[in-house]
């Protein structure tokens, strides 16, 4: 019985030992600095991201009909794709591009309708507008429907896709 509560004891002992002993052996490297506190954010309301990206879709379409390139460069963000109404994807050095060499014109684009959804730093647009407009000399004049995302990056709000659709008043499908 003695024999066995002496190997008990010997175990045990180990076992603290053991234990104790694994606190103790040096690392290789240190243990990780605690992370930095995250800066406050400043948040913006629902509303004033609704106001702030409907005067930005406004913006855009000032951009397009004064044929300022400088202008739309600073609304869409770099990897800016859009989806025109024929279904051919552009970016945002197209965009500019055919503004610049005269390929689209619009003579006239009115906005008469805006509705924002924001969500947080991002927010979707949905704008319709009838446009007086031609592409590569032929006219694409017509009343169109756009879907854009907005990001907020470094402070700013981008377009970063953007999808037109024309509507033809001639076939209306529900």
Known sequence: ??????????AAAAVVLAACSQG?????????EPAAPTPA????????????VTQLERDWVAAIVKKDADALDKLLAAEFTG?????????KEMAIGDLKSGTYV????????????PYGDVAVAFTSQEE???????????HYHYT????????????VASHGTLYDKGHVAN
């Open 106 to 117: 619009v003579t006239a684009m009115d906005l008469d309708e805006i509705s924002v959804n």
């Open 41 to 52: 954010v400043a948040s913006s309301t629902p509303a004033e991201v609704e106001a702030a």
């Open 132 to 142: 007086k407009s031609t592409y590569g000399g032929k006219s694409i004049s017509g």
């Open 83 to 91: 989806t025109s109404p024929t279904a051919h994807n552009y970016t």
């Open 148 to 159: 854009d995302v907005w990001v907020k990056k470094d402070g700013r709000w981008q377009a």
């Open 24 to 32: 103790s052996v040096p690392t290789a490297s240190a243990p990780p």
């Open 1 to 10: 019985m003695q024999r066995h509560l002496k190997l008990l004891a010997a």
